[in-house]
């Protein structure tokens, strides 16, 4: 091992994680800085790697999901996040949901334990010297911050800001006023429904857009980013909208009336004993007093115990376009690369799929062999190459989806008829590489 490259990887977040293991199993020696414990973020709870903290699910698990095919590349390409995902998962219908303590810990342990990775606890100011991998997430450091934004004189950093829902305990849910079922019976039982009547919702959607915000330094409206907007920014589009979007009750039917409610506020187990729950969508800025006077206003959770308040971030990505290649290498400076949601991809799993791509193409060089170059057909090369198109000019955080997927060349009957086959697709694409 003394004459092969020591990768570092900076942050043991999802994507440093996956990064160092598809190096380490390589055979590739890799240094992996977290400055947990020793500093930590806003967002940050515990000491263990991998934390999940914007949503406590994975998202859908469903081929006829974009998300869901990149879930299932990940599996096919011995992804380790995926591998403690399927380990620690709760049921959460056709979505990839964990035990969050119980996942966290799962990939901590094995980080720790491979033989090729040490661990190098404290924050880093500066870039390394050598072969490096930064994953340091959308709170990067102010001192590794300025460091990076080092690298990139004529360009600039760019940011927006998501939100955490708050997460209540189940024995303060009201069953009488709630129950548990999946939209149109689909799946197990496993969302708790708290349906509210017209008149509950507008005297909660009053409230919801008068309540007083936490105050959060450069914080508007417009730089909201869509998949992850606080409830009260979407309330205030209109008083309909929350009831198109995660107040919709389409598909819920409440056993008490047999009718379909007005609005339905769901929570989602967030741990496997199913003590606590999220509410879905609840994403939220609030102050926490605010929190808890209006979300009391369901019926169900007006005496809803809160383990944890919905929190505000600021989310810190690069003009990646511009910046890095398909690989998330720097361009012009190739011993960089970068990972996780500081490239612009949004969400755990897209995070995890650009670690995992930079850990192969990483070690692949190192040991002289030629790129993988995953094709845009597969859901984890659309996203490079959305990432790293400079043809992209208003750049912004992109879940993956099959509109950066190429088209079928045959036109298919219905929605999930075509995602279907364009997963198939994909998978039998992978299914060629040499991914060693």
């Known amino acids: 091992m003394n004459d092969v490259t020591t990768v570092t990887v900076i942050g043991a977040g999802l994507a440093g994680c996956e990064a160092a293991w598809q190096l380490a199993r390589r055979g590739i020696p890799v240094v992996l800085r977290e400055m947990k414990p020793r500093k930590m973020s806003p967002a940050h709870h515990s000491e263990n790697f991998a934390e999940l903290v914007c949503?406590?699910?994975?998202?859908?698990?469903?081929?006829?999901?974009?998300?869901?095919?990149?879930?299932?590349?990940?599996?096919?390409?011995?992804?380790?996040?995926?591998?403690c995902a399927d380990e620690t998962r709760v049921e959460a219908g056709g979505a990839l949901a964990v035990d969050r303590v119980g996942f966290s810990q799962a990939v901590t342990r094995a980080i720790r334990s491979h033989e090729n990775i040490t661990v190098l606890e404290g924050e880093v100011t500066d870039i390394p010297e050598g072969e490096v991998i930064i994953a340091t997430g959308p709170l990067t450091s102010d001192a590794l911050s300025q460091a990076i934004a080092g690298l990139f004189p004529e360009s600039h950093y760019l940011n927006f800001f998501d939100a955490a829902a708050p997460?209540?305990?189940?024995?303060?849910?009201?069953?009488?006023?709630?129950?548990?079922?999946?939209?149109?019976?689909?799946?197990?039982?496993?969302?708790?429904?708290?349906?509210?009547?017209?008149?509950?919702?507008?005297?909660?959607?009053?409230?919801?857009?008068?309540?007083?915000?936490?105050?959060?330094?450069?914080?508007?409206?417009?730089?909201?980013?869509?998949?992850?907007?606080?409830?009260?920014?979407?309330?205030?589009?209109?008083?309909?909208?929350?009831?198109?979007?995660?107040?919709?009750?389409?598909?819920?039917?409440?056993?008490?009336?047999?009718?379909?409610?007005?609005?339905?506020?769901?929570?989602?187990?967030?741990?496997?004993?199913?003590?606590?729950?999220?509410?879905?969508?609840?994403?939220?800025?609030?102050?926490?007093?605010?929190?808890?006077?209006?979300?009391?206003?369901?019926?169900?959770?007006?005496?809803?115990?809160?383990?944890?308040y919905g929190v505000m971030h600021r989310n810190t990505y690069l003009d990646s376009p511009r910046l890095l290649d398909r690989y998330y290498r720097v361009r012009g400076q190739e011993r960089i690369a970068f990972a996780g949601q500081i490239t612009g991809v949004e969400g755990y799993v897209e995070s995890t799929a650009s670690g995992l791509l930079a850990g192969v193409e990483l070690a692949r060089r190192l040991r002289g062999m030629p790129p993988v170059n995953f094709p845009r057909e597969t859901a984890i090369g659309a996203l490079a190459c959305y990432v790293s198109n400079e043809s992209v000019v208003e750049f912004q955080p992109m879940n993956v989806n099959f509109g950066i997927i190429p088209a079928l060349d045959q036109r298919v009957k219905g929605k999930r008829n075509k995602n279907a086959l364009l997963s198939q697709r994909s998978l039998d694409v992978l299914g060629t590489l040499d991914l060693e």
């Not at 006829?64 to 011995?78: F, T, Y």
């Not at 006023?177 to 939209?183: D, E, H, L, Y």
């Not at 969302?191 to 105050?215: D, K, R, S, V």
Request: proline share 4%.
């Open 55 to 83: 949503s406590n699910s994975l998202r859908s698990d469903q081929l006829e999901n974009a998300v869901g095919l990149l879930k299932e590349e990940l599996r096919r390409c011995s992804s380790l996040i995926l591998r």
């Open 167 to 308: 997460i209540v305990t189940f024995d303060s849910v009201d069953m009488d006023r709630a129950w548990f079922g999946s939209r149109y019976g689909r799946g197990s039982d496993d969302y708790i429904n708290c349906p509210m009547t017209q008149e509950e919702y507008l005297a909660f959607w009053t409230e919801l857009c008068g309540a007083e915000e936490a105050q959060v330094h450069g914080f508007e409206d417009k730089n909201v980013f869509e998949g992850c907007m606080p409830v009260e920014v979407m309330a205030r589009r209109g008083v309909q909208t929350l009831c198109f979007g995660p107040l919709k009750p389409r598909g819920l039917t409440d056993p008490r009336t047999g009718k379909e409610p007005f609005a339905v506020v769901q929570l989602r187990r967030d741990n496997a004993d199913g003590t606590l729950y999220n509410i879905v969508g609840f994403q939220t800025h609030l102050k926490w007093g605010e929190q808890k006077r209006v979300f009391s206003m369901i019926p169900a959770l007006k005496n809803a115990q809160y383990v944890r």
